[in-house]
């Protein structure tokens, strides 16, 4: 039985290429469904919860959500730059 994966060529070259085509080819609807972008709305579905019903821990939890997301991003940043 002959082996099918040795019969193909391989190019490191070709390889990387692919690599850095997918990467530049993030679809719109990855980013939209994103964490950062879910955990954000879920903030402003609970602080306007809170709002609506006048509760003060989902207006807290709403505003303490939508502010680690948005340091989320900064955080992370500059803990990759240090790397």
Partial sequence: MPD???LTKFDPAENCMDKNKEKQEIS????LFSLEVLLILMGLFTLMYGINYGQM???LWGA???GVSLLLPI???KVW???
């Fill in 4 to 6: 099918t994966w040795a």
């Fill in 28 to 31: 719109l609807i990855g980013r």
């Fill in 57 to 59: 821990a989902r207006i």
């Fill in 64 to 66: 303490i959500i939508i």
């Fill in 75 to 77: 955080v992370r940043r």
């Fill in 81 to 83: 730059k240090n790397k």
